[in-house]
Structures are given as C-alpha cells and as structure tokens.
C-alpha cells in the first residue's frame, strides 16, 4: 500500500485517483501507524510552506517521516511535498524537513509572472560520476545522455549498468527529455548537493524540478496534472515500489 | 519555456453541458464528463466548467460532476459559476477541483479573496473580471454574469484582486463576448501590464488568429475558448501547430 500523507494541505483526491489509474494501491492517511506500515510514501501538498509545517507538527508527522525516509522506504514529494524536504524556505522564514540540503526561494525577477503556472519543460540531467566514468567512451557518453533508455545498455560495464539502472533514472523511464509537466509555484528549491538534481526547468533561472536522492524522489511539478506524461512517471513510481 | 496556454470552457446547466462540443461522435454530447476527457485528449492544457446552474438544489450536481471528472482527467480542471463563500470553494476542491473561479462574490465581498486564498492557497483562487469599456482605455466591472455595473474601474480592481491573494485573473471582454471578433487586445495588455499574476484571456474568439493576437500583443498568459472548438470549425491540434509556427510556445 502506498500511504498519501494527508496534512490539510490541499485536495488529495486527485493524486490518488491518478496514482489508482495507474495501478496503485493506495491510502490517504494521517494516521503515523498507518503511514509505518505502508510500503512508500507519497507526500503532496499545496499552500504555504510554514503552515505545512505547523500541520505536521501538530498531528505528529514529522518523526514517522523521518522514520520513513531512513528506512529507505520509497518517497515521492509533490509541490509543496518537494519544497518541505528542504532545510528551509524563504516563505516565512520557516525550518523544513531537511532531508535534502539547501533553502527554497521566491521567484524574484522583474516582469516574471508569480505564480509559475502553467505547462513548462523538464531537462534531464547526468550525474557528474556518471559523467566521469562515461568519458572513458564516447559512445557510453552517448547513450547515457538519453537516462530513459538506460535498459538498452546491455553490453556495457557491469558498474555503469548498475549506475544507470539506479532509480534516479527510473522515475523517468518512458518520459522523452524535455517533456512538459504542470507547474504551479511561487518558490523553488536550491539544494546544495546538485547532484541530487536529476531534472531542470528554466523560468527566470534553471530551477530543479525532479530531485532523486536514493529512495527519495521529489517533483515541484504536478505529475496527477501532467495528463499521460504525469502518469507515466506515477507509474514509474508504482512499479518501483512492487519490486521493493 | 513556459508554454502559453489553451483552456476549452465548457458551460454546465442541471448536469449537462449546454455550451460543448458539437461535432464528435460522443455517445451523449450533453455530458460534462465526456467533454472534458475529450479536451484533454485533444490537448487542452486545461479545463474550466462554468455553473450556470440556477438553484442551489441542482447546484450539488456540479459536485458529482467535477468528483466523476477528476477521476479521467488528469489536466487542471477549474470550475466557475455561483460560488459564494469558503464552503462552496472547499466542496468544490474536495471534490476534485484544482481552481475555482469567484466573480460577483469577490466584488460584493472583496474579503473572500483574502480569506479563500489564506484557506486554500492563491494557485486555486482565480477571479473572473467582466469588463465593458465604457470610454477609450476606460473600463467598467459588470457582474451578475454581466447584468449589474458596478462602480469598480477593471484596471484598478484587477490590481486589488492582485493584492488579496488571487493566483490568476479570468479577465472577459463583455463588449466582445459572442462576437467572434477577436479579444479586446487593449483591455488584455493593460490587465496584463498591471498586475504581476497570469492573466487567462476572454471572450471573442473566433479564429486562431486572434488566439496569436491575445498572447503576441495582449500579453496573456492563456486564452479561454468556447464557441470556436465547440463547434469543430478548428480543432486544438491545428490551433497549436499554427500559433506554434508563428513563435507561441505551445505543449504538444
């Protein structure tokens, strides 16, 4: 069961109707005993980063997420959910979760439009490592620029086969690089550690929309309102926690 | 890049649509929830149901409607038409809806906006503004789905929507609406100029072009259309292809 963590932050119901179209089985909870015994987490939201916070302090959430993440248990952060994961958010001056290093900041260039709303693009990126070791062949180079095809890469090195397999890519397999996604945000993260970053969009700046941080993953964009490019990343999710 | 967005309005009465689409082959043209999955696939980038249910009684059908909706669509879904206090907003939402869309009641009670986008957050609070241009660069704010002038001036009530927390402005050419002329280009930019939220254009629709006129030179961030997909005389693909060729980034 994948537990959706429900913290009165906004309409639940249709992340857990896409998650249930797209196979899943899944119960929205706030109950922390419920939550231990899921196999993954889902964590969404919308609204205001500081009374997130005091929501989840007040119905004791935070020690059983924690207890979640350390567990290695597969975690899926949406929106508010991905900005939470950080140490801490300019909106309200206000600690978060601090699984991920780094501050969420307001969007702030003159003549951008806040909220970011609407459909905008996610650019996969490499890990540096992987970088480093695909130099040593172009051709590896090649077919590691496109993660999504990442099974196709029979033949090479067992250590890069299992580099490329990691989830990180995962969570994007079937989804073309530069696919649209549906954003509504007026902060972005910032993490310090940018390997965790394993996609970006550009709205004023290059800003991470899809973080991979082990069994954590996080989207600033919307994947129940990104239609069937949405659903296929949800399915990704899905599919990993039935082989956990 | 961003993407301009296309948004199909879709008007429901007494759990039928009574404005939708008027060329497929759909079992029951008449069904809100079939309209919208047929949008989606189409390749709308949203959704927007107006209520134009007129009692109160019949307005629990919306409730169904959106809750049978947000389990096949999976595009934002944005519903408009009667909503008058926190209550209304928060069935809407529960029910599935991603924003809703307040008009007379955000006039008549300014504090709505303030209090909704406290309670729910601004990305789902969308004011709807009806605007007839009373002298050049002049506008007035009409409400009562266009019947009662108000003594609100549009520039200076989008700024103050703005201000109480809407996430987005709905902004309808009262003086266009119907006509198939095109979108009242000056009223869209000034609005648009004006405040730092997306502005969704409105009313006047009647060929792909004047949708390129809206995003070019009426710097909208989204343009609603009713009558000109409804009816089949262009379809979302082709609108997309032609404003994509003339620089308008679209989602495909």
């Not at chain 1, 990104?226 to 990993?240: H, M, P």
């Not at chain 2, 949708?211 to 609603?224: C, M, P, R, S, T």
Request: positive net charge; hydrophobic residues 40%.
């Amino acid at each position: 069961m994948i537990a959706i963590i429900d913290y009165g932050m906004g309409n639940l119901r249709s992340v857990s109707k896409a998650l249930e179209k797209v196979g899943g089985k899944v119960e929205i909870t706030a109950d922390s005993e419920r939550i231990r015994k899921a196999e993954a987490i889902v964590f969404p939201g919308v609204g205001a980063f500081s009374r997130a916070m005091s929501n989840l302090t007040d119905l004791n959430l935070l020690p059983v997420l924690s207890e979640v993440i350390q567990l290695k248990k597969y975690f899926l952060g949406i929106c508010l959910g991905f900005q939470l994961l950080f140490t801490e958010s300019e909106e309200g001056n206000c600690k978060g979760l601090n699984i991920i290093k780094g501050k969420v900041k307001r969007f702030n260039f003159p003549g951008l439009k806040v909220p970011h709303m609407g459909w905008n693009q996610a650019e996969f990126k490499t890990t540096k490592s992987l970088r480093a070791i695909a130099k040593q062949s172009d051709e590896v180079v090649a077919r590691h620029e496109v993660p999504w095809q990442s099974q196709k890469s029979e033949g090479l090195p067992h250590l890069l086969c299992s580099l490329a397999m990691t989830p990180k890519f995962k969570i994007l397999n079937g989804i073309p690089n530069n696919s649209y996604f549906y954003f509504v945000h007026s902060y972005y993260g910032e993490p310090e550690d940018k390997k965790v970053i394993a996609a970006t969009t550009f709205y004023g700046l290059e800003f991470p929309s899809v973080i991979c941080k082990e069994n954590v993953f996080a989207v600033q964009f919307h994947p129940e309102k990104s239609q069937k490019i949405g659903l296929q990343l949800l399915k990704n999710f899905v599919k990993l926690v039935e082989k956990c | 890049m961003l993407a301009k967005r296309i948004i199909p309005c879709l008007d429901v009465k007494d759990k039928r649509v009574v404005k939708g689409i008027h060329f497929l082959n759909l079992r029951d043209a008449g069904n809100p929830v079939e309209n919208a999955t047929f949008y989606s696939q189409a390749g709308a980038d949203e959704i927007v149901f107006l209520d134009i249910t007129a009692t109160i009684e019949k307005r629990k059908a919306i409730l169904n409607i959106v809750a049978k909706t947000a389990e096949q669509v999976f595009i934002p879904l944005t519903v408009g038409g009667g909503i008058k206090n926190l209550e209304d907003i928060r069935m809407l939402l529960k029910s599935g809806a991603d924003k809703v869309s307040i008009n007379t009641s955000a006039v008549k009670n300014p504090e709505l906006i303030r209090q909704a986008s406290e309670t729910f957050g601004s990305q789902c609070i969308v004011v709807a503004i009806d605007a007839k241009r009373i002298q050049n660069s002049s506008w007035q704010v009409y409400i009562n789905s266009g019947r009662t002038p108000t003594n609100l001036d549009v520039i200076a009530w989008a700024k103050e929507v703005e201000k109480l927390g809407a996430g987005e402005i709905l902004l309808t050419s009262m003086d266009r609406d119907g006509t198939k002329k095109g979108y009242d280009i000056p009223l869209l930019r000034i609005v648009s100029e004006t405040v730092n939220i997306p502005v969704i254009a409105s009313g006047g629709a009647g060929n792909p072009e004047h949708l390129y006129q809206a995003f070019a030179e009426g710097k909208a961030d989204a343009v609603l259309a009713a009558s000109i997909f409804h009816y089949g005389e262009f379809s979302l693909k082709e609108t997309k292809e032609f404003l994509q060729k003339k620089g308008i980034e679209m989602r495909f």
